[in-house]
């Protein structure tokens, strides 16, 4: 190759390369627009539930990738794409580090629990075996299956046991009140229930949530416009009911809202979200072979701070668990 022949080459291949980086730039923008509209429509709802991870991994590649670019454009190219990682990789993925300087836990904090069961698909005797195992003072469980509820009564005879739909609690705190609110409008279940438990630091108000998965509507056995309505009502059930007024609460569940959501930032947007203020990593929950999702969640109120919240490891279920401390703090 003559060295003519050769800077030619070169030449095309930055061209192409440039080109390459603007049309992921470009991708990119798209993607996060579609993640900014929220869950509107069909595309915009398969953008929200869609893997962020090699998204991340396509603008690590293009950064380094455009260090072969020239000079001039690298001096634009290169920010904008470190810019572009960090922005997918904190806002858009959720990366946190809040947790990292912890405090002292204090004596009075309470542990909650929270773990969609997967309607025991997998293994029956090691799920209970694993909730045995859980030091939390109140479980809340999604996904559950007909005969958990006298299993879960059997082996926890010292606690209090509650069971609605598919939504259970565990307490060792007496469970003073529960909630379960009737039917939305056209007949759709709220998916929730509220319990007000007494702790020794005074009342909680606990909501286990449950809303309607996504699932159906992405892979085309129902309609994205009603699944979407659906989970919208719901959120906005639960979020009603913890704000009417009362003790503390957190609401805590599948909530089948990943960060990004539209519904997520519409409802529970005006509470705290415990990942967020003390949580370490991505917090992923789902699916809890290769997760990629933070959809297992706990919000709060004025009354409750959250102290840590961290996700468990893999069980017999395809969610992780999540677990979160809390204090109740005067007002």
Known sequence: MTVAAESTWRQRAKKLAFAAIVVQLVGVAIFLGALAVGENARLTLLALYFPRQPVLVLAVVSALFSTVLPVARRRVLFPLQIALCLVLAFPVMGFELAGMSKKPR????????????YFGKLDRDGLLRELDA???????????????????KERF???EVHH????????????????VPPPL??????????????????????????PFSPRHALFGDTSSGDNIADRDAQAAAV????????????IMGDTNLPRPSAIARRHFGRLRDGFDEVGVGFGYTFPAKRPWMRIDRVFAGRGVRFVSVATGPR????????????????R
Request: aromatic share 8%; no cysteine.
């Open 315 to 330: 069980g017999n279920s395809d969610h992780l668990p999540l677990f979160a401390e809390i204090e109740l703090v005067r």
């Open 185 to 210: 409008e056209d007949g759709r279940p709220a998916k929730y229930v509220g319990y007000t438990l007494t702790t020794p630091s005074g009342p909680l108000r606990v909501f286990n949530v449950h």
């Open 157 to 159: 005879p010292d606690r």
């Open 106 to 117: 204090p004596k009075s904090a309470i542990e909650l629990a929270s773990y969609n069961v």
């Open 239 to 250: 979020v009603a009911a913890a704000e009417r007024g009362g003790p503390p609460f957190v």
């Open 134 to 152: 859980m030091t939390a003072d109140v479980i809340l469980l999604q996904a559950t299956f007909d005969s958990m509820p006298g299993r879960v």
């Open 164 to 179: 609605v739909d598919d939504l259970m609690i565990i307490s060792r705190f007496p469970i003073a009140e529960v909630d």
